[in-house]
């Protein structure tokens, strides 16, 4: 079977990884109610961690579960590995929305 | 939808049919064991609290032993004590009796010694389960039904696994007209402002807001600052980003419905809905406090690890013998679980392995609860033997 990750809600710009993904991999793109579509990882991305599914510009908003769960801290491009890296919690004293 | 259950006189309706005898203060609980342990139908509620405490923690202690009496999984109450316990066996047994169901109480200090006390203990358990025997279930709706949540051994798989199926579960059951708590006021910090988006009204809000505060300042009064603390370095190695991510993923349990109200410790909601619970994260604590709220199932979402490996984790320790508890587990690590050691009611790792969506888990997880709602065991009602006092939510020194 095709290595998936769970887009939770359609809203997210990310995604978590359902197995350990390798660079360049193909993967099934999936919601709480089944297969939405493919893309490919433009890194490795572990079990349990997350994936750009858009192009998200430096200080635009990281969704998942539909909420923001932060602030991107660089340009992050679909298929990238999102995590602490690139990403700062939004509620950090500082945290700057870009509009 | 409709479950069978057991009509009690206050117009509520139990999904266990217990007779419970509760200590009334920890020197009380061998004899409040001793009585629940030589009858069949019957269960003891033993516990840690003791006389010499501030008031604020004697008034926990009340709603908590009282609320405990007062479920509708109980049929029927006998307080023991030995007579100077604070709160008072007689305090504990009047507000079980606004319940209306019986209720009796027995103190060494008002009885020919103890062993008239323990014989008259014995006599009165036998009679209220041969009574209790005698009921016969009935459909009700899905509406008098109650759950209430926990989660333990997170990781960012909970989320859209086992806590996301759980929160599935919660909106139907709500849609159905019936009622969710959820707890854990030190999880929610982070996410805070997402449920204050979810307050029913500006009542709510504030409320919860206030409550979050309050233990936020708590924890800084102590010279700790949790913002700064979350997500762990654990968290962060198993793909949870920021404190958001970590607590959305332990809020999806909880569902989208709306929040129609915020509850201190042990106090039952006043309506029907999605409530917030001030708690803590510890479990023996919070299930007391939720089954004292009217909880009728306990739903313990563990995400996997070693906690999931072996059959008592604390999640499992403190329970309440006539909550049912429904054991969900988002991941099983191998080697240390396996479907073989089947601890677990419901195994949610079917949405990581691909063979089940997070809707059909949410499915057969909601059927699950209709049925042990009429009466099926669930994994830790067919263990019987090792079991530990309820510990109590106290915020106060033991003087």
Known sequence: MKKRAMRISPD????????????????????????????????????????????????????????????????????????????ASALLPGAKEAK | MEFLGYERPDGSAGIRNYVVVISSGRCANEMAATIADAVPGAVPV?????????????????????????????????????????????????????????????????SNGFQSFMDQGLTTARRMVAEASKMQRKPFPLSHLTLAVKCGGSSAISGIAGNAATGMVLDRLIAEGGTAIFSETTEVIGADHLIVKRAANEEVARKFREMVDRQEATIKASGEDIRGTQPTRGNIAEGLTTIEDKSLGAMAKSGTSPLQGVLEYAEKPKGKGLYFMDGTAMT????????????????????????????????????????????????????????????FDIYADTVIEGTESVDEVADRF?????????????????????REPIVLYTTGPIL
């Open chain 1, 12 to 87: 997210d710009n990310t995604a978590t990884a359902l197995n350990d993904i390798e660079a360049g991999e193909s993967i099934s793109l999936v919601s709480k109610s089944g297969p939405v579509g493919e893309m490919s990882a433009k890194q490795a991305v572990p079990f349990g961690h997350k994936l750009a599914v858009v192009d998200i510009k430096k200080g635009e908003r990281i969704l998942k579960y539909g909420e923001v769960i932060g602030l991107a801290t660089q340009q992050i491009n679909k298929g990238d590995y999102v995590h602490t890296h690139n990403v």
């Open chain 2, 46 to 110: 033993i516990h840690t609290h003791v006389c010499v405490r501030f008031k604020e923690d004697n008034e926990k202690a009340l709603r908590v032993l009282s609320g405990i009496g007062s479920s509708p999984n109980v049929a029927a109450a006998i307080v023991v004590g030995v007579g100077c316990e604070n709160p008072s066996p007689a305090t504990i047994a009047g507000e079980i009796a606004k319940s209306k169901k019986p209720v009796e109480v027995f103190t060494i200090m008002e």
């Open chain 2, 284 to 343: 023996s604590e919070l299930i007391s406090s939720e089954a004292a709220a009217g909880a009728h199932i306990h739903i313990y979402n563990i995400g996997g690890g070693i906690s999931s490996s072996f059959r008592c984790p604390p999640g499992w320790m403190g329970e309440i013998p006539f909550i049912p508890q429904i054991a969900v587990v988002s991941r099983r690590s191998k080697p240390y679980d396996s479907q073989e050691n089947d601890f």
């Open chain 2, 366 to 386: 909601f059927n699950e609860i209709i049925a042990v709602a009429s009466g099926k065991l669930t994994k830790r009602e067919m263990r019987k033997g090792y």
